[in-house]
């Protein structure tokens, strides 16, 4: 863990830093066993109750593809969702979802493996649908900003160019270390190329089973002047459409290190706990009775 002492009072009593919670979504998603409708809101709601203001709720995708969230139009309450075309698009404002995820990558092979299209192809697909959209609304997803199994690394020139992408559907862009390869000096150029194209920076990242590593771009994050953090409860989750994906980044770690740095969350963490126990019960199931008490 981060020795507390890097970041003084002083600097961080004042900066709020936000905490992007994914657990119902890109934490549940890959489970094989279907999650009950009523437990996915009892996580949700015992979320919002521990004072997280952002919350990734479900994905409006086929569910032949990810069953697990073949129940999203219930499970919806009032956060975010992610939609990958047009139709999930209808079916999340027929909920009256405001608040939209999309996703992309400088990765083609990714691009076709996840959504069947290329870069461009999933660019304009954005923008047909969501020219009235404000962009304020819209978070965009850079998935293995920091390096891909199929494609390597990306010069500065790439991401730069998904930048501008980025910038004709939304204001704030994820960098998504999605195998847990990031650099912190990656961290930091990202930050600056997101800055000069005028985007909010985010993180979101996932590790193979070492969090000391995803929080060390956490800090490097904090010292470039990002703000915005996705994290899943009890660490559940990671991406099912690519091979050694790591773990996400557990809620748990980063409030708790937020909160000892000095950095204003917002988060109770006594009532947090709650929403760990129903992940920890989730990732416990193994049969048909599910305890949510």
Same mark, same amino acid.
């Given at each position: 863990m981060i020795p507390q002492g890097l970041f003084s009072t002083l600097e961080c +009593?004042?900066?709020r830093v936000s905490i992007y919670e994914v657990g119902p979504r890109d934490g549940l998603q890959a489970l094989e066993e279907f999650v009950p409708t009523e437990v996915k809101q009892r996580l949700i709601a015992s979320l919002y109750e521990a004072? !997280?203001?952002?919350?990734?709720?479900? *994905?409006?995708?086929?569910? +032949?593809?990810?069953?697990?969230? @073949? /129940? &999203?139009?219930?499970?919806? *309450?009032?956060? @975010?969702? !992610?939609? !990958? %075309?047009?139709r999930g698009y209808k079916r999340a404002k027929s909920v009256g979802a405001s608040k939209i995820n999309i996703v992309f990558s400088p990765c083609e092979t990714f691009n076709l493996k996840n959504m069947n299209k290329t870069r461009s192809e999933l660019i304009l697909m954005y923008r047909n649908f969501l020219d009235k959209t404000p962009k304020d609304d819209v978070r965009v997803y850079l998935s293995m900003a920091f390096g891909s199994p199929y494609s390597g690394s990306f010069t500065e020139q790439q991401i730069r160019l998904c930048l501008r992408d980025v910038k004709m559907l939304g204001t704030t862009v994820v960098?998504? /270390?999605t195998v847990g390869v990031g650099l912190e000096k990656e961290v930091a150029l990202f930050a600056k190329l997101a800055r #000069?194209?005028?985007?909010?920076? &985010?993180l979101h990242l996932h590790h193979k089973g070492k969090e000391e590593r995803a929080m060390s771009l956490v800090r490097a994050g904090l010292l470039a002047g990002i703000t915005q953090f996705d994290s899943s409860i009890g660490g559940l989750g990671g991406c099912p459409f690519v091979e050694e994906s790591g773990a996400n980044l557990s809620t748990e770690t980063l409030a708790e290190s937020l909160n000892a740095w000095?950095?204003?969350?917002?988060? /109770?963490? #006594?009532? !947090? +706990?709650? *929403? *760990?126990?129903? &992940?920890?019960?989730?990732?416990?199931?193994?049969?048909?009775?599910?305890?949510? %008490?």
């Open positions: +009593r004042c900066v004072g !997280l203001e952002h919350v990734e709720e479900t *994905s409006m995708v086929h569910p +032949r593809l990810v069953p697990q969230m @073949a /129940d &999203a139009e219930e499970v919806f *309450s009032k956060g @975010a969702v !992610l939609v !990958l %075309n047009e960098f998504s /270390d #000069e194209e005028g985007l909010t920076p &985010a000095g950095f204003e969350t917002g988060i /109770d963490l #006594e009532k !947090l +706990r709650k *929403s *760990s126990k129903i &992940a920890g019960k989730i990732k416990m199931k193994k049969g048909a009775a599910w305890l949510v %008490n």
